[in-house]
């Protein structure tokens, strides 16, 4: 593809496009990657990015030779269709080296070993959320392999990211992060993603259990919906697309995500970007930290494994945990007393802000109306504002609905896309907007009416139960919005 203005020219031994033997020219410039990432609503792939990046190299046997006699935590889990997520909670874990995870990933027959008493056809392995600082902890040389900066993000390298291998079927359960938003590259294997919008949250039957700071897992397993439990589900809009290895896979704040291994070996590196708005998603996370382990702290004192992420070693503390919040709500102020960014007085007038975007989405909504009875390629000028192209490609939903079963399910392959012109991306964004402000407050109430109706006899309602309401997405929202305005009068 020939490069637009401002591409940026890499020289070396990469292979690519370029007047010159050498030379590589990208298709994006950082400064324009990082105004993609920025203001882009919807996920999409990056492609031809990363080609000159060393850590398109970091295959598994590479990383085996690099990690050598290392050892790493694998999470072990079932291949099975059953419609309860695998939380890793449920999951039993192997310490063992790379070399020992390529044995038994590629000797099947294997009898010994840390992962002798897991049969291959039955299990799958994941070491996940390898952070770099911790893993190349003595090869931090290693860090300049992966190169964020090629998105604008200038000093951005392995230090601030995350590696992840996993064999055939390894997944993690759907779930939203509540911080940043996340850039994904796909090094070996392919993987698919299952993604769903921030305002099918409750049609995702939200839950902080098991409790992770950062994490809100769906108590729907995606793949394979229980659809009697879980009705509201058939309302969520799935977006399917399979990541291949050079790809850099975009994920907006607050996507859902389903995310599984479909090559016997896979490698990936992710980093996750901070963003404005984390200052107030850090003070939800902590009155979440708050009321989780106060209420099951008080259930079971003994038992934290059952409800509290492997991934949370912290202690759990009712004291503590005040603290944390404290040093939240203090870091939030501090951050807005210095920035010019947001004016402290705007922390009062949040409702003023929401008419405001409620009238932004309403007159969305007009343009929609007026623009989609002829929705076809757009403007020349549309065109040439849109970043969609061979080299950047939007996931759009999926054209089929949700599956009641594992295999059903419709997979976008970035053939049919029309968002190559800005009219078909401002379509999906209004849609998007007016589903949230005209139906998210009344999905939650039929949920709710939902679970009524379907589980009629059943009268015991458990801690976890409550929790699910209080520490609603929704709810802790507002809890944060009334402690900050409480502190700024």
């Not at 072990?76 to 080296?97: H, I, L, N, W």
């Not at 757009?378 to 009641?404: C, K, M, W, Y």
């Not at 976008?412 to 402000?437: A, I, P, S």
Request: charged share 25%.
């Amino acid at each position: 593809m020939a490069a637009g203005p401002g591409a940026t020219t890499h020289t070396g031994s990469a292979a690519g496009a370029g007047d010159e033997e050498g030379e590589y020219v990208k298709p994006f410039t950082p400064e324009k990657a990082k105004e993609i990432v920025m203001s882009l609503q919807q996920p999409a792939i990056f492609c031809n990015m990363v080609v000159d990046w060393p850590a398109q190299h970091w295959t598994v046997e590479h990383l085996s030779e690099v990690l050598h006699g290392k050892q790493i935590r694998f999470r072990m889990g079932m291949k099975s269709t059953d419609t309860v997520p695998q939380f890793e909670t449920t999951c039993s874990y192997v310490e063992a080296t790379i070399e020992e995870f390529l044995t038994w990933n590629c000797d099947h027959s294997s009898i010994s070993g840390p992962f002798r008493e897991y049969d291959h056809s039955k299990f799958w392995a994941y070491a996940d959320y390898k952070y770099f600082v911790s893993l190349f902890e003595d090869k931090t040389d290693i860090f300049q392999d992966v190169i964020w900066s090629d998105f604008g993000f200038p000093g951005r390298n392995g230090r601030e990211s995350t590696l992840w291998i996993g064999s055939l079927g390894a997944h993690t359960p759907c779930h939203l992060d509540s911080y940043g938003c996340n850039l994904v590259f796909q090094v070996q294997g392919r993987k698919r993603w299952h993604l769903f919008s921030p305002e099918d949250t409750p049609f995702l039957y939200p839950t902080r259990i098991p409790y992770e700071e950062s994490s809100v897992f769906s108590k729907v397993n995606v793949v394979n919906p229980d659809l009697k439990r879980f009705p509201q589900f058939q309302k969520a809009q799935r977006h399917v697309v399979t990541l291949s290895p050079g790809q850099v896979l975009f994920v907006p704040r607050h996507w859902w995500h389903y995310v599984e291994s479909i090559d016997p070996v896979t490698v990936s590196i992710n980093s996750w970007i901070e963003l404005e708005e984390d200052h107030h998603a850090r003070v939800e996370e902590a009155i979440t930290r708050m009321l989780v382990c106060a209420l099951k702290s008080a259930e079971d004192p003994h038992n934290t494994r059952a409800w509290l992420n492997p991934t949370e070693v912290e202690e759990t503390s009712h004291e503590v945990n005040c603290r944390y919040l404290n040093r939240a709500v203090s870091a939030f102020f501090d951050h807005y007393r210095t920035s010019k960014v947001v004016d402290i007085q705007e922390l009062k007038t949040n409702e003023e802000y929401m008419k405001k975007q409620e009238l932004n989405v309403q007159n969305l909504m007009e343009v929609e109306h007026t623009g989609s009875q002829n929705l076809t390629l757009g403007t020349v000028r549309q065109e040439a504002a849109s970043p969609f192209g061979p080299d950047l490609i939007p996931v759009v939903p999926s054209s089929e609905n949700p599956p009641s079963e594992r295999g059903g399910i419709f997979e976008n392959d970035n053939k049919d896309f029309v968002g190559k012109d800005g009219e078909h991306f401002g379509k999906l964004h209004c849609t998007k907007r007016q589903r949230m402000m005209s139906k998210s407050e009344n999905a939650t109430v039929e949920q709710i009416a939902s679970n009524h109706s379907t589980a009629l006899p059943q009268t015991f309602i458990s801690t976890d139960d409550v929790l699910d309401c209080l520490v609603n997405p929704q709810v802790t929202k507002i809890v944060a919005q009334f402690l900050i305005q409480g502190r700024s009068l």
